[in-house]
């Protein structure tokens, strides 16, 4: 007779996270493709995030790998343009911008929607402080987001992107 999956009578015991069925993922020495959300760091903690695909709109087609900076500014692009709520462990991650275009043609509207913008890229425990500034095209209904980031770690630096209803274009990038 056998034993179960990941016990330490079967080949899964010699792999580091005790086989591929284990029951707890996300755990320490969990397998590299466990589908878990990071790990909260504190605030200025000097641990990286992490490395991801490189990819602002869409996967590169390389697969290639992006870190550091370019990683947290992929994160804060993302969290104004993914739905509330579509992160299954965060459900108050991400605000899709697409979706309240029409509230930014307003002075009002702005003014709100640049106070969610500030908070999404604050919760992140990598930002130490964000501001945004909004500009509302009125000829094509798009805007123009521009982000000053401070980090916990590392140099400020600045972005532009441009949303409209059915596309986000980094536009610029560069030191505060």
């Known amino acids: 007779m ?21 029951s707890t993922p996300g755990a320490s020495g969990s397998p590299p493709w466990a589908l878990v ?9 000097s641990a990286p995030r992490g490395s991801a695909v490189r990819g602002l709109v869409d996967l590169d087609p390389y697969l290639s790998i992006a870190s550091g900076p370019e990683t947290l500014l992929q994160d804060l692009v993302h969290a104004i343009t993914t739905d ?12 899709d911008i697409r979706r309240n275009l029409n509230a930014a043609s307003t002075p009002n509207g702005r003014v709100l929607l640049q106070q969610q913008i500030q908070n999404q890229w604050t919760d992140d425990e990598r930002v130490q402080s964000a501001a945004a500034s909004l500009d ?5 209904g798009s805007l123009m987001v521009t982000g000053a980031i401070a980090p916990a770690i ?23």
Do not use: C, H, K, M
């Open 2 to 22: 056998g034993t179960a999956w990941g016990s330490d009578a079967t080949w899964g015991a010699s792999t580091p996270w005790g086989g591929p069925f284990s």
């Open 37 to 45: 959300p990071p790990r909260p760091q504190a605030r200025g903690s």
């Open 84 to 95: 509330t709520g579509s992160l299954f462990y965060d459900g108050n991650w991400g605000i």
């Open 136 to 140: 509302w095209n009125e000829a094509d």
């Open 154 to 176: 590392g140099q400020p630096f600045q972005f532009v992107v441009a949303i409209a209803q059915a596309s986000v274009q980094l536009l610029s990038t560069g030191s505060a």
